[in-house]
Structure formats: structure tokens, C-alpha cells
């Protein structure tokens, strides 16, 4: 089946130790997205790709980073976590103007 | 500021009766309005969407409503099921496309037997 997979479901990192969550595709989407959602908060979107074409939000904090070597990867690396970056990070893909997001499953991140 | 609102955290509602989640917008230039599902744990899935250019859409037990004067959609559930329990979130677009969403909060909604 052609999904959007994440890896790994759950991570905890120490404060401050660098962390790389990960994402993958098999529905060949043009368009990647992370998502940060926070306990009874919307998703909030934190950069997306359109192809290799990087595309960050303007209140994106800096310590957020991401890469996408291919068109079915992506990856979101936090540099130095805080503890205020403990959430839920959704990753989905979306075709170029057929609409519609496919999202994974998330991981869940913990930061002690 | 947000965009997109859903004011009740949360509903409950017997089985077999219908529900009824709220969404307002205020940006005009949304134009793809979608709901989203979510279970505890997995990623949103999608449930259904509707273009500005109509006022209805529907997909068995699932109907979602636009009026766009008033800025406002609703996504209607009946008969209601257990299994319907979940957090839903409404999202809006402003490319027709579905693309670049904007989330409000999510409604938990209770299904109970």
C-alpha cells in the first residue's frame, strides 16, 4: 500500500542533544510538509518542500531544520531541543494541485 | 491569531444520533474546506471536503455544510457510531487544492453505546 511512513513512532532525546526525526513516501508526492502539534493544539506548519524547493514559515524557529535528499525522503532535525519542543511531529504529503494531504502516523517526541 | 476555529473541544453524543462539529474561518480567501480524522496515536486521516463553489457535500453517513457568508462549516455525522469517536479537525486552503492547510483545534467527539 502506498503510505507515508515515520520513524520512529516515539524518540526521547536529552535536552539539548541534537535529534533527527524521519519521514519517508512511497505515493511519489511532489509536496512534503512537517507539522507540529502540540497537546489540544491545531497543527501548526513548520516548513514544507515543493520538489527541492524548501519553503519555511516565517515563525519557524531557527533551531528547526530540514532536509529532503529525494523526492521519498524527508527529514526534520532539531538541532538543540528545549523542552518546549516536545510534541507531536506529523509529516504528510500532498500531490501538486490534486489536493488532499496524506499524513503518517507522527512521532511522538519527548524531551528530557 | 487563527484562522481557523473550532470553539468546542469537545462533544458527546449517543449512538445512533447525530453529530453536528462547528468550524469558522476568517480568511476570505480560503476556497478547499476538509475534515480530517485522527485516533489517539496515528496520524489525521481525511474524511471529506467541499469547494467553495458548493454549499454541500456528502459521503454516507458523512455530510459537511458551507456557508460562506457567514465564514462557517460543519461536518454532520449520522447515525453516530462508537467507532466514530475521535478528534476531528476541520482545515481550510486557500490554492483550491487542498494544499497548504490551515488546522483549527480539533473537537474530541464521544460516540457512546
Known amino acids: 500500500d502506498a503510505m507515508v511512513i515515520q520513524n520512529p513512532r516515539y524518540q526521547v532525546t536529552q535536552f539539548g542533544k541534537p535529534v533527527t526525526l524521519s519521514c519517508s513516501q512511497t505515493?511519489?508526492?511532489?509536496?512534503m510538509y512537517w507539522y507540529q502539534q502540540k497537546s489540544s493544539q491545531a497543527p501548526k506548519l513548520l516548513f514544507h518542500y515543493y520538489d527541492k524547493d524548501f519553503n519555511n514559515e516565517a515563525d519557524t524557529p531557527d533551531n528547526f531544520q530540514s532536509r529532503r535528499p529525494n523526492t521519498s525522503f524527508c527529514f526534520l532535525d532539531i538541532r538543540s531541543p528545549g523542552l518546549g519542543d516536545a510534541a507531536m511531529y506529523l509529516c504528510a504529503t500532498s500531490p501538486t494541485g490534486l489536493g488532499g494531504y496524506t499524513f503518517g502516523s507522527g512521532t511522538r517526541l519527548t524531551v528530557v | 491569531d487563527q484562522q481557523v476555529k473550532q470553539n468546542s473541544p469537545s462533544l458527546s453524543v449517543q449512538e445512533g444520533r447525530i453529530s453536528i462539529l462547528n468550524c469558522d474561518y476568517t480568511n476570505s480567501m480560503f476556497d478547499y474546506f476538509l475534515w480530517y480524522k485522527k485516533y489517539p496515536a496515528e496520524g489525521p486521516t481525511f474524511l471529506i471536503s467541499?469547494?467553495?463553489?458548493?454549499d454541500k457535500n456528502e459521503d454516507g453517513r458523512f455530510t459537511v455544510f458551507l456557508n460562506k457568508s457567514a465564514k462557517h462549516l460543519s461536518l454532520h455525522i449520522v447515525p453516530s457510531q462508537p467507532g466514530d469517536s475521535a478528534v476531528y479537525f476541520c482545515?481550510?486552503?486557500?490554492?483550491?487544492?487542498?494544499?497548504?492547510?490551515?488546522f483549527g483545534g480539533g473537537t474530541r467527539l464521544m460516540v457512546k453505546p
Open positions: 467541499i469547494s467553495s463553489i458548493k
Open positions: 482545515a481550510a486552503s486557500g490554492d483550491n487544492a487542498g494544499n497548504m492547510l490551515t
Open positions: 505515493l511519489n508526492h511532489n509536496v
